[in-house]
């Protein structure tokens, strides 16, 4: 298991970690996630034959309010066989724009991203079965976690204990968001009708261990290296 944690030179503290996705076993993707008190910032790139059929060689950045893990801009870079997209988003003054778009937004304001952010931060007690507003590329939606209880996840030689989470998401209207297309990773992690669980480190940086999510009717796991 590699782990990176580096200093500025204001003492803040990144994480820098690696994950490795899979689908029955076999591995499809590697991705990077780096967490700073500010940021979340996701790379995800498909490796093997994946590679040569769905090739995406994608990147996501997000800044938000380190009190309480409003969204404040939202950039991605997207290279996905074809289909190449670039995206930015920001949240001002209740004001989320996007080109010559707007949407009204509250201020606290999630995205899916952020809301990692905040379940590496809070103690499960503060989030468990709590409705949050979440913004997904201009789409309105409600969030929750909602937490199973404690699993030890074995990674390598080493068993960590975890707490085990499960997140749902809610359309709140039938607007749509500013995108009639987006890349594949935003359109599954989104549905309301997938699963989404969640292992966080129960002691220690309370990094994100695992991660199994539906997409396409395929079942990721996505797990730390």
Known sequence: ??????????????????????????????AHLTLKPDSINLQFKTNGIVNFIWPSDNTYW??????????????????????????????????????????????????????????????YEMLDTQWFEVDHEGKSMLGRFLWSGTEEIKIGTKNIICNHFRLDLKGIDETGGFLT???RLMKYVSSPDGVR????????????????????GFPFEILIQ
């Open 62 to 123: 997000t800044y938000f309010d380190s009190t309480h893990f409003g969204l404040k801009t939202f950039q991605k870079k997207i290279r996905q066989e074809n289909f190449d997209q670039k995206f930015l988003i920001e949240l001002s003054d209740g004001n989320l724009k996007y080109k010559k778009e707007t949407r009204v937004r509250g201020d606290s304001t999630k995205t899916i991203f952020t809301m990692l952010a905040m379940l590496t931060d809070r103690p």
């Open 1 to 30: 298991m590699r782990r990176k944690l580096f200093f500025s030179l204001f003492s803040t503290i990144i994480f820098s970690q690696d994950y490795s996705a899979k689908v029955y076993g076999f591995s499809v993707a590697d």
């Open 197 to 216: 669980q969640i292992w966080v480190e129960q002691n220690g940086n309370h990094r994100i261990i695992r991660v199994e999510m539906n997409a396409n």
């Open 181 to 183: 297309d987006t890349d």
